[in-house]
């Protein structure tokens, strides 16, 4: 019995290092879901500066710049008209479903930069729902220790990351294409960059393939006498082993 004992304290320490990472990859993506939230909701993707300011018709001012987010534009505008110069800051939510006469009569939108808008909002939102199912997965997990479980949680961490990548990609495809496109939205002369809603979608990527890859590791088989099961180092049960219960 001492002599089993020993042999199976190599693989336990095993076992209380995947409890332990993956006590950590569960900590980090309910952090991920968090800063989700608040990327989804804040309008710091896409930072526009427009040197000299570019006329607004609608306004009748100049824009300096603007934010943008997954449902909104703030403009900073300026009156150079006015003595001393007056400015103001306005924000309207994005027309995900406006008719044919509002896009033919705003030219800073067309059809094309309408379905990259529904595309992300519709992911961002999508992703959010996965990821709390994918975490009540995980958390599962800590009390079924199967490995299909810690393959389908594996399996939505990594669909998560997918959607979060598509979010970012069209994201950064709908900058171009204003600037190819859309002059009265992105003029000849403004440059872009990155605001800090942008950068948490990275992070809630990044931790999610981090997760994903941690729950497959975790979810390797262990069968025969290479493992004692992960419910007591001490049972003679195997994790993943088939178990005839016989009849009572």
């Excluded at 997965?137 to 199967?146: I, N, V």
């Excluded at 171009?176 to 003029?187: G, I, K, M, T």
């Excluded at 403004?190 to 992070?203: E, N």
Aim: charged share 20%; aromatic share 12%.
């Amino acid at each position: 019995m001492k002599w089993r004992r020993e042999s199976n304290k190599l693989p336990w320490d095993s076992v209380k290092f995947d409890r332990r990472l993956l006590t950590v990859m569960t900590g980090l993506t309910s952090f991920a879901i968090l800063i989700m939230i608040i990327a989804v909701g804040t309008d710091y993707w896409i930072v526009l500066t427009i040197p000299g300011g570019a006329w607004r018709n609608s306004t009748q001012m100049f824009v300096t710049g603007t934010i943008s987010g997954l449902w909104r534009i703030c403009r900073k505008e300026v009156d150079n008209f006015k003595n001393p110069t007056t400015s103001r800051e306005s924000c309207e939510y994005h027309k995900l479903f406006p008719t044919m006469k509002e896009v033919n009569r705003d030219p800073e939108v067309d059809k094309i930069i309408i379905d990259y808008s529904r595309t992300e909002t519709a992911f961002a939102v999508i992703s959010l729902l996965i990821m709390l199912v994918g975490n009540g997965f995980a958390l599962y997990t800590f009390k079924e220790h199967r490995y299909m479980f810690k393959r389908l949680t594996a399996f939505t961490h990594f669909v998560v990351a997918a959607l979060v990548l598509v979010v970012l990609e069209v994201l950064i495809n709908s900058i171009h294409y204003e600037e190819s496109n859309l002059p009265a939205r992105h003029p000849e002369r403004a440059y872009h960059s990155f605001g800090f809603s942008f950068a948490f979608g990275w992070i809630v990527f990044i931790i999610y393939v981090s997760a994903g890859i941690a729950f497959l590791f975790a979810s390797r088989k262990r069968k025969g006498d290479q493992v004692q099961t992960e419910i007591d180092p001490t049972s003679q049960i195997k994790d993943d082993e088939a178990i005839n219960l016989g009849r009572v």
